[in-house]
């Protein structure tokens, strides 16, 4: 068992009574228990995704609550943050009730709804977040669609903390990343694409964090992407400023190389885009020191009308819940750039934490969300066998080394490997 909340390495029995941790401990032995024996496994706290999209409601085309949760249970997620760019956008309560009955009713996994910063995500005018905050949601977001007014990002900071909310926040200054498709850069120039600078990234992750600090609000910048972004994060975080972040595996694992070796594959193709080996660098060493403070898979599912088009005219996005834990146990744990008790933290503790919502731990009275992993399983990345509707990955045809095994949620086996 790897439970970093309490520092727990070790060969353990765990008890779960009623959906709740009831004890953890050496030869745990009660009667009349179900047995699930996982020896040679590796049990740890359920892994949060704080960045996710699940189709419902408006895009079942591309995704929906049943498939999105199959997806999340089968790549060893127990909970999934849902950003709030469906049709109708999630700025009201009705949306997001809407969204939890689906979760109910289909859901293998806890969907945590992200609410609308601004109606309509338009900028301009607040949403009601008492409103969002009694109807389930968790958080804060624009999605994709940065604020361009700073006086709306200081007033939802403000307004915000009323409700105990996190903003995540998408930092891209769109001034300089219009009509963009990758990375500017040496590559982009050999193909003939139009690139977004990083500086795009670093300029407004700068302001959020200034807001911020003047606010006293907590801002979430998600999926960095570079160098300079990081360097903001790592400053605000000096000051004290109330200031977490998340990076995502393609992001970590993968350059813009990738778009000139995959010959304009548009599964490359992700908002932000896939930077310079500098900048993957700087993530790396952003995970190793502390400064990231999570892992996200910006899952976002899209179809082959969305995808099997000239690179210019392509979706951004890509396919990450059934992926993002293997690549990250095969590039970063398997790879020697961090253990696994630090990528659990990654995957699992900090995020709750993030959310300020119970998980992220293995201790009694805790719920009983576990994810297990084969760490020996190696198997190659096939898309075709996705639970996901999306089918697009930059990690397609990867032979990746440490699986999910097995997904428990409140107790209950909700995904197995067939060969666990």
């Known amino acids: 068992m790897v439970d970093p909340s309490s520092g727990t390495d070790g060969i353990l029995d765990v008890l779960v009574e009623d959906g709740v941790v009831a004890e953890v401990g050496q030869r745990v032995q009660p009667r009349g228990a179900t047995v699930v024996e996982v020896k040679g496994l590796v ?31 089968a790549g060893g997620f127990t909970s999934v943050c849902v950003l709030p760019d469906t049709d109708p956008v999630n700025d009201r309560e009705g949306v997001t009730r809407t969204i939890l009955e689906r979760a109910r009713a289909e859901g293998l996994v806890r969907v945590l709804p992200l609410g609308a910063v601004t109606r309509g995500l338009e900028g301009v005018e607040l949403s009601e977040y008492g409103d969002l905050k009694d109807a389930g949601c968790v958080g804060l977001s624009s999605a994709d669609r940065p604020l361009a007014s700073a006086r709306v990002l200081r007033r939802a900071l403000e307004y915000a903390q009323l409700f105990e909310f996190v903003l995540f926040e998408h930092c891209e200054e769109p001034s300089l990343t219009e009509q963009a498709v990758m990375n500017e850069g040496r590559v982009a120039t050999m193909l003939g694409l139009r690139g977004a600078p990083a500086a795009a990234e670093a300029l407004y992750a700068e302001r959020a964090a200034l807001l911020a600090e003047l606010t006293g609000g907590r801002v979430h910048l998600s999926h960095l992407s570079t160098g300079e972004g990081v360097e903001v994060v790592r400053r605000a975080k000096a000051r004290g400023v109330r200031l977490t972040a998340d990076v995502t595996p393609h992001h970590l694992l993968l350059t813009d190389e990738v778009v000139r070796e995959k010959e304009y594959d548009t599964a490359t193709k992700v908002r932000p885009p896939l930077r310079s080996e500098a900048d993957r660098q700087a993530l790396m060493q952003a995970l190793r020191d502390g400064t990231v403070d ?8 899209l179809t082959v009308d969305d995808k099997r088009v000239e690179f210019d005219a392509a979706g951004f996005g890509a396919s990450g819940l ?52 084969d760490l020996a399983r190696k198997r190659q990345v096939d898309p075709a066998r996705f639970e996901s509707r999306g089918r697009y990955t930059p990690f ?25």
């Open 294 to 301: 999570c892992i996200a898979t910006d899952h976002a599912p």
């Open 43 to 73: 049990v740890c706290p359920g892994f949060v995704d704080l960045r996710a999209r699940l189709g419902e409601p408006g895009h079942e085309d591309r995704e929906t609550v049943r498939t999105g949760t199959r997806a999340a249970a």
């Open 322 to 373: 059934e992926t993002a834990v293997a690549a990250c146990l095969d590039g970063l744990v398997a790879g020697g750039v961090i253990g696994l008790e630090h990528l659990v933290r990654l995957f699992s503790t900090n995020p709750a934490q993030v959310l300020g919502l119970p998980g992220g731990t293995l201790a009694a009275g805790s719920p009983a969300d576990i994810t297990i992993l």
């Open 396 to 420: 397609a045809g990867s032979i990746l080394r440490g699986w999910p095994a097995m997904t428990i949620v409140g107790g209950r086996i909700v995904w197995k490997d067939a060969r666990t």
